[in-house]
């Protein structure tokens, strides 16, 4: 039996998700190289690479998990910047401070164990806040985005990646078997774990397409709304700014 989100009221989501990613947490980082091939480094580089921060920023990494994307940030804002990593997931922020003492980068670093709908930081906190893989995972995404509205400086940025809806024809078939037949399999076979990794694709399929995630971001209050399609809109990077 898989974990069945299509059904589940919204109060069990929460709670479902936080069993996914307790179960995923350890192999968490293999999983994601085996299943992209190594590609979602790619997006996650273009993602920071692009964003809109500099020296000495304040920057939010919401959904962090495992820290991929607040170390690269940290590159960014320098050593007077200051990430701050909030993750629903203890076990998630675990591996991820983990990961970072083992590779030295331990100062410029807070872990914040935060639900995304409702963040324990004042308004106007941050210049920057990213979520990356993390929204579809959010039982109240417009909740969500509204609070990483509030948590913004005037003239901040919200960066929002993750899957997204495949534009390509010819290519969907080839992604629909991969991500039903072959992710569950990898699931299996590296993780012993088919059931999160069912859930993965069918959290993929659910999530809103690029046009209406960047509706929800208008109605959350954000200005100059929009997004740019990567690898043929397996995921998207969505920006809005705070006015
Ligand atoms: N951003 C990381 C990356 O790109 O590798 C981790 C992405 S991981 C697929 C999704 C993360 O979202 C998990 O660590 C999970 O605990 C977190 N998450 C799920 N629901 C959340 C919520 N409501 N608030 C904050 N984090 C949440």
Known sequence: THFGFRDVPTGEKQKLVGQVFSSVARNYDLMNDLMSLGVHRVWKRYFVGTAQVLRGDSVLDLAGGTGDIALLLKDRVGDTGRIVLGDINGDMLR???????DR?????????????????FPDASFDLVTIAFG?????????????????????GQARVLEFSEVTAPWFKPVYD????NVLPKLGKL??????????????????????????????????????????????????????
Not at 95 to 101: E, F, I, K, S
Not at 136 to 154: F, G, Q, S, W, Y
Not at 177 to 180: A, R
Not at 196 to 201: G, I, T, V
């Open 95 to 101: 591996v991820g401070r983990d990961r970072m003492v």
């Open 104 to 120: 030295g980068r331990v100062s410029g670093f807070e872990y914040v164990q935060c639900n995304a709908e409702a963040l324990p």
């Open 135 to 155: 929204l579809r995972n959010v039982t109240d995404k417009d909740a969500a985005l509204r609070e990483m509205h509030r948590v913004l400086k005037v003239g």
């Open 177 to 180: 078997f991969h991500s039903f």
């Open 190 to 243: 590296f993780a012993n774990d088919a059931d999160s990794y069912q859930y993965l694709a069918e959290s993929i399929r659910k999530h809103p397409p690029q046009a209406e995630l960047r509706g929800m971001m208008e109605a959350a209050g954000f200005a100059r709304c929009d997004y740019r399609n990567l690898s043929a809109g397996i995921v998207a990077i969505h920006t809005g700014y705070k006015a």
